[in-house]
């Protein structure tokens, strides 16, 4: 309070370093920490996926007979469930409302732990194939669609040109396994899929006390019967087994990590600008130093104190960064091109309050202990005298503050030069050759409802006249 | 009171050499000096003849380059900076030419300082704190900032400060530079008083009529010890 000045200087440059590392932590905290929401047992979650052992990198999805067998074999899974993706579009209403939706084995949610608010689970019996049609419906669909109507639940709705009976309302915030709105049972055969199609996502719950590794053994003995009873589709294939999480997280872990580290480089950068800053000001504060030496402080307790005075600096940064950072959140949110899956959530719990207030501290020491050590140590005769040198304005303060700004600009060239090698790369991914032009083009999705296109070649005759040659 | 024992300070042999860009000064060289409980010495001298070197030294600002210094019969002379700082807190009380006194502290604060820095409890330093105010007169003005005061009220609470924890012997150098005439009288009459209550005081000034008013005189010139005088004699 007796420099506003540089105590805004400081506490702004803080901020932004602070609120721009507290922002990427709030992603990290979504993707790898924060405990998906409403799924139980979340650890005991694993992601199931055939793949051939020519490409052990690519996950193949599994094939509706492989995931029976598995189903049907496994010891060391509590449950096997499948997903596949789907289009639904309800009709009836004002106009079709098209939702993205999955279809989804009947015990799915069941040892997901995940209950409906309004009405019940799937029953066993709902995935048969003939079996009527019915769905669970999402909140959201369920508040704006249906107008959040309580006895929704034994009413039907047109869904792909079915009638569909809806059994059940899922919680607010529920998506599984993304963006999910509805949910039909699987009512798969395998006449219509058969082996040698691998196209189903498959989730399972490991036994208490079971080990993924474990899991994993019993699934790829499974697998190699699977292939030596069926080589003619399975020859070659295998089956991952992997945790539930790192497989959500696989695409954005390696990039969030480094976009963390690049904005933790720019934290440095306002640290030791903050350093140096505190070095200048040591500068003019030398006399005041040097007079609590001469009157018995020892240099711990001057240290002491400069370093209390950085760390107030360093809190004021992290209120104010945390600020920044519901900005910089919503910054994010805003500028991103697709929906988030459901259990990426933004909120700021405990963890990101606490990474704002302990990267403060941190910082504080960071940018405070040096300055200290550095004003701790004037040349008390000279400085105690009037017109004498100050401590940390000699030429050992100016080289000191000299090799921070040289530290400053080697910090700040390594996140240029990542950046531009970042740019570089995107220039030239926009500019590959695709082998057409892409200008001037827009993309969409037609869904045709299997009622009104029942034989296969029907889809194929609407859009030859839907596109004109 | 006068102590005929062992000397409060002795120095023995003390020699000072600054370098610099690999020039050597001999600021002081082989001074002998003793300071006995109660006295009052001035140390006098033309300027660069060592005064506040040896002053500095006295004080455990600094260090000699060679020789011996006991501080009440203990050798002092090449302890670590914390140690010297830890003595310097107990043993001296510093009046220095400008004030020195903290501008964002108050009155009271500014004379709290060194008790702080000592680990005095809070209630036990208000009371040394008191007394060493009422002492120097400066009592009433406890709550002002040292920019609301004139120069000889500011150096009446560097007075206080240097006397508050009760020091075996009080340093003052030039106290009276940067002072009127009449402000400087006053403090002079200040240190004459503290002197005639038992305090051991040892003063640098390059003005005769202040010499005077100590019991003995030290006259140096290039660094070494040229007169040794008692005012009574």
Known sequence: ?469 | MKNGSTPLIQLQSVTKVFLTDEVETHALAGIHLDIRNGEYVSIAGPSGCGKSTLLSILGLLDTPSDGSYSLKATEVANLSFPERARIRNREIGFIFQSFNLIGDLTVFENVELPLTYRGMPASERKSFVTEALERVGMGHRAKHLPSQLSGGQQQRVAVARALAGKPAILLADEPTGNLDSRNGEAVMDLLKELHAGGATICMVTHDARFAQHADRTVHLFDGRVVEDRSMAA
């Open chain 1, 1 to 469: 309070m007796k420099t506003p000045g540089f105590t805004l200087i400081a506490v702004l440059a803080l901020a932004l370093g602070i609120g721009g590392s507290t922002t990427i932590f709030s992603s990290i905290n979504a993707l790898l920490l924060r405990p998906m929401p409403l799924i139980q047992d979340q650890d005991r979650l694993v992601f199931v996926s055939q793949y051939f052992t020519k490409l052990p990198d690519q996950d193949a999805g599994t094939a509706f007979p492989d995931y029976l067998e598995f189903k049907k074999q496994v010891t060391t899974l509590e449950g096997l469930a499948a997903i596949q993706p789907a289009t639904f579009i309800i009709t009836g209403g004002d106009k079709p409302e098209r939702y993205l939706g999955g279809q989804i084995s009947a015990e799915a949610f069941s040892f997901l732990g995940v209950q409906p608010i309004l009405g019940r689970q799937f029953r066993p019996e709902e995935d048969q194939l003939n079996a009527p049609p019915v769905v669970l419906v999402g909140y959201d669909v369920w508040q704006n669609h249906f107008g959040g109507d309580r006895s929704v639940v034994g009413k039907t709705a047109t869904i792909n040109g079915k009638q569909a009976t809806i059994i059940g309302v899922m919680p607010k915030g529920w998506r599984f396994p993304e963006i999910c709105d509805l949910w039909m049972p699987l009512q798969l055969n395998e006449k219509d899929s058969p082996r040698g199609n691998f196209f189903l996502d498959c989730i399972g719950k490991l036994k208490k006390g079971v080990t993924i590794t474990q899991a994993r053994a019993e699934m790829e003995a499974i697998s190699r019967r699977i292939a030596a009873d069926h080589p003619n589709t399975n020859a070659g294939s295998s089956v991952h087994v992997k945790p539930f999480r790192e497989e959500l997280v696989k695409n954005f872990r390696t990039l969030t990590l480094l976009v963390m580290g690049a904005v933790l480089f720019v934290h440095l950068i306002a640290c030791a600008n903050v350093a140096n800053l505190l070095l200048a000001r040591g500068a003019t504060r030398a006399k005041e130093i040097a007079i609590r030496l001469a009157l018995g402080a020892s240099r711990s307790q001057i240290v002491q104190q400069l370093l209390s005075e950085s760390f107030v600096l360093g809190i004021a940064g992290s209120a104010l960064g945390l600020i920044v950072a519901v900005w910089g959140v919503d910054l994010m949110l805003t500028a991103l091109p697709t929906e988030i899956p459901f259990w990426i959530r933004f909120d700021f719990d405990w963890r990101v309050f606490f990474f704002a207030i302990g990267i403060g501290a941190l910082s504080s020491v960071i940018f405070g202990l040096f300055p200290a050590l550095q004003s701790s140590r004037p040349h008390l005769v000279d400085v105690l005298k009037d017109g004498g040198r100050s401590g940390a304005g000699g030429v050992k303060g100016q080289r000191t503050r000299s090799s921070l700004v040289v530290a400053e600009v080697a910090l700040a060239l390594i996140l240029l030069i990542g950046a531009g090698l970042m740019m570089r790369s995107f220039m030239t991914l926009q500019h590959t050759d695709i082998g057409a032009d892409p200008s001037n083009t827009l993309t969409f999705r037609v869904g045709l409802p299997e009622t009104q296109f029942p034989e296969k070649e029907m889809p194929g005759r609407f859009f030859e006249q839907l596109i004109p040659s």
